[in-house]
Each structure stands twice: as C-alpha cells, then as structure tokens.
C-alpha cells in the first residue's frame, strides 16, 4: 500500500492538537484541505481514524493504535531534520527521558542545572513512571532513554549502564525512638506497622525477596504510589520502612527521623541509565545521555 507520508504528516498534527483547525494553521494549511487528506488516509487505510466531537476530534482506537507508530517516526525525522538543517546538533534539539522518583531526587536533579547551563537550547522533557512502566515507554520508543533505580530485571533489549551506587536505611519518625540502640531482626519488627512502594514497583519486589530471604512476609500497612511520599509517611509516625540514607540524613540530624538497625545486610542499590539496544537517538538526546555517563563515572 503506497501512501503518501505527507497524509501520515497532518495526521500526526491532527491527533497532537486535538483539533483540525490547530492543524491546519501549524501546518500553514487550511481547515478543508485538513479534512480532505483524513478522509482520504481513512479510505486508503480501509478504517475509520477520527471521531468529530463539538470541542474538537478524539481517535478511534485503530486512530490510537496508528498515532503510536506515527508519533515516534515523525520525531525521529523532525529531529534529524533539525540536525541537519537548523542549528549544530549541540546547539539545540529535545530529550524524551523517564525518571523514577529516586533516581530524579538521588541523581537527575544535581545535574541538571549545570547541563542546561553548557546546554540552554536544548529542551528536556521527563516524564515520571514507575520503573516497570519506563521499560515499556523505552520499548515502544516513546523516551529516548531513561534513568531508573535497580536492581530490576530488565528484558534483553534493554541495555543498562550504571551511574551511581546508593545505600537505604531502615527509618522511623521521632515516635519510634524507642527503636534506637540494638540491632533488630526483621521478625522483631513484625508487628510494627510497614510503610513502602506498591507491588507495580521494582523497589517492592526487590523487598518482597528481602523479606522472604529472612522467613518473614512483607504485609505493608501503607503503600505509597511513589517514593517521595514515604519519606513524609515515616516522619508523621504512621510506620517505619527503608529509605534512601541521603535522603533521610537532614531529617536525621534534625531528629525527625530515627534510624532503626538491622542485624541483616540491606540490599545495595543502584541508579542506571537504560536505553534500547536498537534505538538511535538524536544529537541532543546524545549529547544528554553521555553527559549523564561522564557525571556518573
């Protein structure tokens, strides 16, 4: 089937905006030359793509399942575009990249500063997933690449480079300072309430075995849809969990916090940048990836 890219090319603005009219006027069209070319990408496609609404258009699912392939081809070309005919490629361009929580607050935030100091043109976007669901925006190309925590199992496509190594504490608010001053056992800490990440998270399964390790479930009374929420949980003496020690350490010292000791070795974590083995990525997207490298080595 030979269609032209240029129906593929409005398509994609179509869908981006929502609306035709929008568009039209960024593709310095007109609204009916718009809908002419959508009723012809519909008919040689054989399927219905758009559904007319009175705030604008919304996607069949066939529309949706072809704006995911559209989308991520229409980058790759405007990026290289850009390379090409614009400016150098370290001059300018954007960077789609995932973040957990603590691989943003451990790592991704002390860098970015400078990076957009040496580097002002080039636009960041991240976007903030668990770690199970940044694998699955890397495979389907939706992020360049993205800086997660670990250990998590990664599928073969997925290549894994490590930046920085980090250690995680047991904590409890001021409430559990009874706690303080002898090394406890998982299994004497059974009855105390457990705050941590849900099951959708690598940190949960990562504990889950941790705990099955040492003959005891993990049974949490308090979950948390992401990391930064623990810290406050703990602090508001709602229960005690593991959090990162360089986080914890100002809420320490200003006793807000209490460490709790374990006579069990605490898994040893680690923040990695992952990308697709397959995936080419453009120059700003490049650049931003070996820097992180550089940063972390």
């Not at 066939?62 to 090409?84: D, M, N, P, T, W």
């Amino acid at each position: 089937m030979d269609i032209n890219f240029e129906y593929y090319k409005i398509f994609y603005y179509v869908a981006k905006y929502g609306n035709i009219t929008k568009a039209a006027a960024v593709l310095g069209s007109n609204q009916p030359n718009v809908t002419r070319v959508m009723k012809l990408l519909e008919s040689q496609l054989n399927c219905r793509l758009l559904i007319r609404e009175a705030r604008g258009i919304s996607l069949t699912e066939e529309g949706k399942q072809l704006y995911s392939h559209v989308e991520i081809a229409c980058r790759h070309l405007f990026g290289a575009q850009e390379e090409i005919c614009g400016e150098p490629a370290d001059k300018k361009g954007t960077v789609k990249i995932g973040a957990t929580e603590t691989a943003l607050h451990l790592f991704l935030l002390d860098v970015l500063h400078d990076f957009k100091r040496k580097y002002p043109a080039i636009k960041i976007k991240i976007h903030n997933h668990t770690t199970p669901g940044i694998v699955k925006r890397i495979v389907s190309g939706e992020l360049d690449f993205a800086v997660v925590t670990a250990p998590f199992e990664m599928p073969g496509t997925i290549r894994c480079e490590k930046v920085l190594d980090f250690e995680e504490i047991l904590a409890g608010g001021m409430e559990y300072a009874g706690l303080c001053g002898k090394e406890w056992r998982l299994c004497d800490l059974k009855e105390y309430p457990w705050i941590g990440l849900g099951e959708e998270t690598a940190t949960y399964e990562m504990y889950r075995n941790f705990f099955i390790e040492h003959k005891m479930d993990m049974e949490l009374d308090m979950e948390a849809a992401t990391s930064d929420l623990i810290l406050p949980l703990i602090e508001n003496n709602l229960g005690i969990g593991f959090v990162p020690e360089k986080l914890a350490r100002p809420l320490l010292k200003e006793k807000r916090l209490v460490q709790i000791k374990i006579v069990h070795e605490i898994p040893k974590r680690s923040i990695e940048i992952i990308s697709d083995k397959g995936q080419a990525r453009n120059s700003a997207a490049d650049i931003f990836y070996r820097y992180l490298k550089n940063i972390g080595s």
